[in-house]
């Protein structure tokens, strides 16, 4: 069992940075991949970044790539999304999933266990 707890959202201006950051419980987390997903109001879950468990491999939706950086600390149990020249349409409930075996992925359903999430809205 793996509890996950995201923190950093918050309200932005458009083109500000923020550092989004997930800890997790238990011994385990260096098994797991990790992923970071958003979901807008009226809108499905949408895959942002992964990264495997030892942090080698990452994968990155192409709304995001090159704006979005996902990173982990598995002596610190935590994942962490780096947002820069974040955009209106940045605007959403991000969430951070926890997955077995330790592979990327991108669909939500491949993931085991999530966060409760963390609001960020991003002002025009």
């Known amino acids: 069992q793996v509890q996950l707890v995201e923190s950093g959202g918050g309200l932005v201006q458009a083109g500000d940075s923020l550092r989004l950051s997930c800890a997790a419980s238990?011994?385990?987390?260096?098994?797991?991949?990790m992923g970071w997903f958003r979901q807008a109001p009226g809108k499905e879950r949408e895959f942002l970044a992964a990264i495997s468990r030892s942090g080698t491999n990452t994968y990155y939706a192409d709304s995001v790539k090159g704006r979005f950086t996902i990173s982990r600390d598995n002596a610190k149990n935590t994942v962490y999304l780096q947002m820069d020249s974040l955009k209106p349409e940045d605007t959403a409930v991000y969430y951070c999933?926890?997955?077995?075996?330790?592979?990327?992925?991108?669909?939500?359903?491949?993931?085991?266990?999530w966060g409760q999430g963390t609001q960020v809205t991003v002002s025009s």
């Open positions: 238990g011994r385990t987390f260096s098994s797991y991949a």
């Open positions: 999933a926890a997955r077995r075996g330790g592979v990327v992925a991108s669909q939500a359903f491949e993931y085991d266990y």
